[in-house]
């Protein structure tokens, strides 16, 4: 039978109106994983391993060639193909910038339990293979108004 498409591949390069973005908030409630191509700047994910953090930083998290723990991470910023994040941390590490305790992140509404330090010294592009992020568990959105200047010490 022959395609009735004018172009044959139309169906494999969909329109976005055939497969709108997500309504995060309607899915709060069982979101656990969230591929990288909804993330956005200020998402907070916790579970990266720290073998991981640590070869593609080269300084965080000490030891953590040797750890078995994980270290949060920060979406800083998104670009089509490109996506920055930063670890975060309880402890300061010269971080500029901190996630206050008791912050309710959007969308899922999960309370922070501890201050989270950005590592933004430590700021890498997330790899594209998924050995990194497919453990990453997606712990909501940062409100602005949760992201505070650290004075210096």
């Not at 993330?39 to 593609?56: L, N, Q, S, Y």
């Not at 975060?88 to 999960?110: D, H, M, P, Y």
């Not at 998924?130 to 959105?141: C, M, T």
Request: aromatic content about 10%; hydrophobic content about 35%.
């Amino acid at each position: 039978m022959m395609s009735r498409l004018k172009d044959p591949d139309a169906f494999w390069r969909a329109p976005e109106r055939l497969y709108p973005e997500p309504k995060l908030e309607e899915l709060a409630s069982s979101l656990v994983r969230l591929g990288p191509v909804h993330w956005k700047e200020r998402m907070f994910f916790g579970g990266a391993r720290d073998p991981h953090v640590e070869r593609i930083t080269g300084t965080f998290p000490a030891g953590g060639a040797r750890s078995r723990g994980t270290h949060p991470i920060f979406v800083l910023s998104t670009d089509p193909g490109a996506v920055r994040v930063c670890p975060c941390s309880t402890k300061r590490w010269n971080a500029r910038r901190c996630i206050r305790e008791g912050c309710v992140l959007e969308i899922t509404g999960r309370t922070m339990e501890k201050t989270s330090y950005l590592v933004e010294e430590c700021a890498f592009l997330l790899p594209r293979d998924p050995a990194f992020w497919v453990s990453l568990r997606f712990w909501g959105r940062v409100p602005e108004s949760c992201l505070e200047q650290v004075e210096s010490p």
